[in-house]
């Protein structure tokens, strides 16, 4: 018989045209079908996590509903011939945190195929670090360095730089040797991106719109998390044979560009998806966080917080005022 046990979850409900969230007493017969029941004792913050809690209808359709789309923890329950019971998991992307009930809550059930064992040496907390947004960033790196870029090529930009997936990045490629450009609207963030490693911190105004289809190349290469007008300024700005790893939308989906990048310089313009790629991929780089790619600055200025907090540090996501790694411990 499956176990039936209570938890606590921060659900989302809608009333009176308002998505309001709350921690709620759910059971674990409330999950949806899945080979897997783990019992969630981290998760962390992500802009989409925000979206969903504030009913954004492309992320979730239905409510009431468990935001989350990063899990780690423990199996509790497992009818996979691969995971057994007691093993340590991460659970990022797929439908998890969508329209599947997330990390939020203390419990999720999920198949199979979403669970990444935990790397050696690793716990949940370490994994969320990290989360998507530190999968991401690893992924978008490991994207530039398929395409051959080399600190020899220049600086290379990351916009967002003060946002999870670009403070990741910005330590990564200090790491790596490439002299990193940091470009954040938070000035008052310049001295915590520096001491990632970034070289030179400049504001958001360095990709303010410009109505020249081609400027002077200043980047080697670049990590663009923001999209929208951000993207299409970093493109005129790089140098021949360059690239581009593009995330992120918050800055807007419209991608305003002319070819004149691509054609003249040779730019190339990386899409990064760290939701539906495969195990193979996720696990390969969550083996280079936990080894040759720790980010050891990141992990010591990661905030915990506790459930109570999630309200607050969602909307810190949508007014554009997050910044750094935020971990959910279900123990606070």
């Keep these: 018989m499956p176990t039936k046990t209570d938890f606590k979850a921060w659900r989302v409900e809608e009333k009176d045209g308002r998505y309001v969230g709350s921690e709620q007493t759910l059971n674990t017969s409330d999950l949806p079908d899945g080979e897997i029941l783990i019992r969630v004792s981290h998760s962390s913050l992500n802009y989409k996590d925000a979206l969903s809690a504030s009913g954004n209808k492309g992320v979730t359709r239905t409510f009431p509903h468990t935001p989350g789309i990063d899990a780690a923890g423990e199996v509790v329950e497992s009818s996979s011939p691969d995971i057994s019971a007691g093993s340590k998991v991460i659970v990022t992307g797929y439908d998890l945190g969508m329209n599947t009930d997330g990390g939020f809550g203390e419990y999720i059930r999920v198949p199979a195929g979403w669970c990444v064992p935990m790397p050696a040496g690793w716990d949940a907390r370490k994994a969320m670090i990290y989360g998507t947004a530190g999968l991401t960033a690893g992924l978008c790196v490991q994207k530039l360095l398929t395409m051959g870029a080399n600190p020899s090529q220049g600086p290379v930009a990351v916009s967002g730089a003060s946002g999870a997936v670009g403070s990741v990045t910005v330590e990564l490629l200090a790491k790596l040797g490439f002299e990193v450009v940091a470009i954040s609207g938070k000035s008052d963030h310049a001295d ?18 410009e109505k020249k289809p081609l400027v002077k190349p200043a980047f080697g290469n670049a990590v663009d998390t923001v999209g929208g007008t951000p993207l299409a300024e ?45 195990l193979t991929e996720k696990q390969s780089v969550w083996d280079k966080f936990s080894g040759e790619w720790a980010c050891p600055k990141t992990e010591a200025s990661a905030k915990d917080i506790g459930r109570s907090g999630l309200e607050p540090a969602l909307q810190a996501f949508l007014k554009g005022a997050s910044a750094g790694k935020i971990v959910l411990d279900h123990s606070l």
């Design 234 to 278: 970093l493109l005129k700005q790089i140098k021949p044979g360059g690239s581009v790893s593009c995330c992120g939308l918050v800055a807007g989906p419209q991608l305003q560009t002319t070819v004149l990048p691509f054609i003249l310089r040779g730019v190339n313009l990386l899409g990064v998806d760290s939701v539906e790629i495969s």
């Design 192 to 209: 915590d991106l520096k001491a990632l490693g970034a070289t030179e911190v400049v504001g958001r105004d360095t990709l303010a719109e």
